[in-house]
Structures are given as C-alpha cells and as structure tokens.
Nanobody, 119 residues
Framework: QVQLAESGGGLVQTGDSLKLSCAASGRTASIYRMAWFRQAPGKDRQFVAGINWNGARPVYADSVKDRFTISRDNAKNTVYLQMNSLKPEDTAVYYC????????????WGQGTQVTVSS
C-alpha cells in the first residue's frame, strides 16, 4: 500500500503563486507514476499534471500548461505542483494520486488540499 498526504493549499489572489506538496509513504518502490487532479464544486474530477516517479514524461492539462510545473524529489518521496499566475477558475480541491505497474488507473489517492483563488 501507498499512502499520500497533500499539503500547501490555501487562499490566494488572482496572479499569485502556490506550491503544493504530496508526500508518499509505504511501498513507494512500487510507484510508477504520480499525478495531480482537481475537483471544483459541482464538477467532475479533472487531470491537472502527471510525472513518472523517475521524473520522466511530465504531462499537463491544456488549462494549466505554461503556468503549472510538476516535479519530484525522490530523496524525500515527494511530488510538487508549482502553480503560478493563478486564476479563480483554478479554485478546487487538489488531489495527489499514484499508480504502479501494470495498473492503468491511479490506485492511491490523498485526502486533498483546498486551493481558493479570489478575484
């Protein structure tokens, strides 16, 4: 099993930056890929960004490309999401997720951290 714990959310203004962290524990050696998702009130959960555990193949949703950066620090078993130029539409609960191989779906999820961007 893998446990994930997000942190770093908060209330910011339009144009501000925020950095989310996701600390992984447990069977971290089984992790192949990690990702960030978000869910706004009344909307479906959506993919934000993903990265392989070794740092390869970062992928972003079009809505956050050029504003958000996903990275990882394997020594700390932590994945980060640097969010710049935040907009009110970025307001959501942000979730960290992880999957191993041969899983196609994300098996492990954190509890989420709230990000609120005021206009």
């Amino acid at each position: 099993q893998v446990q994930l714990a997000e942190s770093g959310g908060g209330l910011v203004q339009t144009g501000d930056s925020l950095k989310l962290s996701c600390a992984a524990s447990g069977r971290t050696a089984s992790i192949y890929r990690m990702a960030w998702f978000r869910q706004a009130p009344g909307k479906d959960r959506q993919f934000v960004a993903g990265i392989n555990w070794n740092g390869a193949r970062p992928v972003y949703a079009d809505s956050v490309k050029d504003r958000f950066t996903i990275s990882r620090d394997n020594a700390k078993n932590t994945v980060y999401l640097q969010m710049n130029s935040l907009k009110p539409e970025d307001t959501a609960v942000y979730y960290c997720a992880a999957r191993g191989l041969p899983a196609n779906n994300y098996e492990y999820w954190g509890q989420g951290t709230q990000v609120t961007v005021s206009s």
